[in-house]
């Protein structure tokens, strides 16, 4: 028994990573049941990695659960309300990107702060988290159904992006969770919240809508919504921040401005990933330590907004 799991299951890299080993649930709770029966230090040791969770998950976002633990302490154990699943093998080299489909999750980090949970709830039953890593290796699995949009965001932590061709923007049947578009950057599918119970605070016209008031713990993820915005960037700032600091003191926006052009300032206060976002559409990171997320009057970009979940 103990041959088999670490020479045939564990060992190597093509047999662990691979989508016909670590997608199937069977194999996922053999793993569980290892971890059950003490077998779990030997298994680790054998194989030489430093992931605990498997590469394993029934579903994806909305109907399922996103995540990989990085902790050494976590002993890859999925308890019945299935508050923790991975999702595959390698994020971030060593750490995760998880939404913890659990409502009593509360928010654990590990001592060594390689999981932070962003806020409580996920739309009411999950957790975004993002791992702090400063050696992000870009991982991803052979089938490329996971992959990052870059390197780095925000220098030290990573958004994941769903790669599946087969993707095809599902939701919950409450609509609780919806793609904002079916591909980002033309490939993967950034999931925004946009349920109507959503209890975080939206402008009548829609054109911004937050998905929480913190990101990582204390910045904010929030989408421009309004076709009167042109992403221009004047002096006065008038293109500005969906909260004062994300991650520290960067700031994710996405502005759907088909004259935008990924245009950078001299003094970096703001910056694309790239170009183009879904052809007419930009991703930027604002940079600027002096950037204050002055609300133009048209309120094209907001600040200010309630909790998820009413908290």
């Known amino acids: 028994m103990n041959y088999f799991l670490q020479d045939i299951v564990f060992t190597g890299p093509e047999v662990f990573t691979g989508p ?15 971890a059950e029966l003490g077998l779990y230090d030997a298994c680790h040791a ?9 590469a394993s998950h029934r579903h994806f976002v ?11 302490a976590y002993r890859g154990m999925v308890n019945p309300d299935e508050n ?6 390698h994020f971030v080299g060593w750490g995760t990107l998880m939404i913890v489909k659990s409502p009593a999750y509360r928010g654990m980090v590990n001592p060594d702060e390689s999981l932070q949970t962003s806020h409580r709830h996920f739309v009411g039953w999950g957790t975004l988290m ?7 290796r870009g ?4 089938d490329e ?10 220098g030290w932590g990573t958004l994941m992006i769903v790669k599946s061709p087969a993707y095809r923007g599902m939701v919950n049947p409450d609509e609780s969770l919806q793609t904002s578009h079916q591909h980002f950057v033309g490939w993967g599918t950034l999931m925004i919240v946009k349920s109507p119970a959503y209890r975080g605070m939206v402008n009548p016209d829609e054109n911004l809508q937050a998905s929480h008031r913190h990101f990582v713990g204390w910045g904010t993820l929030m989408i421009v919504k309004s076709p009167a915005y042109r992403g221009v960037v004047n002096p006065d700032e008038s293109l500005q921040t969906s909260h004062r600091h994300f991650v520290g003191w ?14 950078v300032n001299p003094d970096e206060s703001l910056q694309t990933s790239h170009r183009h976002f879904v052809g007419w559409e930009t991703l930027m990171i604002v940079k600027s330590l002096a950037y204050r997320g002055v609300v133009n009057p048209d309120e094209s970009l907001q600040t200010s907004h309630q909790h998820i979940v009413g908290r």
């Open 20 to 34: 016909e080993v670590f997608t199937g649930p069977e194999v996922f709770m053999f793993c569980f049941v290892c």
């Open 145 to 154: 159904s996971l992959q990052t949009s870059h390197r780095h965001f925000v």
């Open 84 to 89: 923790l699943q991975a999702s595959h093998r």
């Open 130 to 136: 993002i791992v702090k890593s400063p050696a992000y």
């Open 250 to 263: 960067e700031t994710l926006m996405i502005v759907k401005s088909p004259a935008y052009r990924g245009v």
């Open 139 to 142: 991982v991803v699995n052979p």
């Open 46 to 54: 054998a194989r030489g990695l430093d992931e605990n969770l498997q």
């Open 62 to 72: 909305g109907w399922g659960t996103l995540m990989i633990v990085k902790s050494p």
